[in-house]
């Protein structure tokens, strides 16, 4: 790894004692062949061309991961690429649970590095789903059709946030919770609020 790479800024995530500290310092070392600027963005090592996310380092319990910002627009011939949730529409992740496993493809993670690069610099763009393609639980369709303000303060909001309360509903599984978080959110809204502004 050529150390006038490395951004010292980024170094802690590297340093401290954490699961998968062996496999990022190999992803690192990867990621950093390629003509990347290291950054520190969301609390973890971010890769960028030209002021562009390209990748990003990061873990969880079973498995840590590269996730490439524009992965589903990558060729992916290794059929490695994996879509985190049904709801990440643009970003890919290729997992590992071992040293081994970065090591063997380190030359296939390179050309992928690569292609995500020129992906960027083409300007191409992921066709995200529209808000109105998002599910909308029965519940939050009931209290609009109640509430009048509550539909005209919603449909006022921003997509971003529209779609953010909507996978926040259908995030819980049961009618109860989704109850509650509408009950919880009624007020964010009628003030044109998003989910996290507060």
């Known amino acids: 790894m050529a150390k006038n790479n490395t951004n010292p800024k980024v170094d802690f995530f590297f340093n401290k004692t954490q699961p998968w ?42 498995y840590c991961a590269l996730l490439l910002m524009k992965g589903a627009l990558l060729k992916d011939p290794k059929k490695i690429l994996i879509q985190q949730t049904e709801n990440v529409q643009a970003a890919r992740q290729i997992r590992f649970t071992n040293l081994g496993e970065i090591v063997k493809l380190e030359k296939t993670l390179k050309a992928y590095i690569h292609e995500a690069i020129e992906v960027e610099k083409s300007g191409l763009k992921v066709e995200m789903k529209k808000t109105s393609e998002f599910k909308m639980v029965e ?25 953010a309360y909507l996978l926040y509903f259908a995030g819980a599984k049961q009618s109860q919770t989704r109850e509650a978080r509408i009950e919880k959110c009624v007020k964010l809204i009628l003030r044109g609020n998003g989910l996290n502004d507060e």
Do not use: M
Not at 45 to 50: A, D, I, K, M, V
Not at 143 to 161: H, Q, W, Y
């Open 21 to 62: 500290q062996e496999e990022y310092k190999k992803l690192r070392s990867i990621v950093l062949d390629c003509p990347l600027t290291e950054e520190l963005k969301w609390g973890q090592p971010c890769y960028t061309s030209e002021e562009k996310n390209i990748v990003l380092i990061h873990g969880f319990k079973e």
């Open 139 to 163: 519940e939050f369709k009931k209290k609009l059709e109640e509430n009048p303000d509550l539909k005209t303060a919603f449909k006022a909001l921003t997509p971003g946030r529209q779609r």
